[in-house]
């Protein structure tokens, strides 16, 4: 299975960027897809994330309102749709693959394929 991940830049508080995760190897239906970012220092931090099934979606906090994940089922894609950027969303994105319990959305070892990453800094 390879994601392929895209989409961040540089970009300025207020603006919006759109992520995407395209997979290859393996269909998204039936597994859950999510967003992580980590900044330098940091452990890598639960974004969002869309279950398989039913499509229910889950945020962190600090991104509710702001960040949309969405798929497209036909094009094996997921995408982040981010609004309303700041500057403490700089991270590099990674997109991931896997079936974790609802009460381990959150945990990245739960997910066993990974993108390679992609660059989102917010400059103030």
């Known amino acids: 299975v390879q994601l392929q991940a895209s989409g961040g830049g540089l970009v300025q508080a207020g603006d919006s960027l759109r992520l995407s995760c395209a997979a290859s190897?393996?269909?998204?239906?039936?597994?859950?897809s999510a967003w992580f970012r980590q900044a330098p220092g940091s452990q890598r931090e639960f974004v969002a994330a869309?279950?398989?099934?039913?499509?229910?979606?889950y945020y962190t906090d600090s991104v509710k309102g702001r960040f949309t994940i969405s798929r497209d089922i036909v094009k094996n894609t997921v995408y982040l749709q981010m609004n309303s950027l700041k500057p403490e969303d700089t991270a590099v994105y990674y997109c991931?693959?896997?079936?974790?319990?609802?009460?381990?959305?959150?945990?990245?070892?739960?997910?066993?394929?990974w993108g390679q990453g992609t660059q989102v800094t917010v400059s103030s």
């Open positions: 991931g693959m896997g079936r974790p319990i609802v009460s381990a959305m959150r945990n990245p070892d739960m997910y066993y394929d």
């Open positions: 190897g393996r269909s998204f239906n039936g597994y859950t």
């Open positions: 869309l279950r398989w099934g039913g499509g229910t979606t």
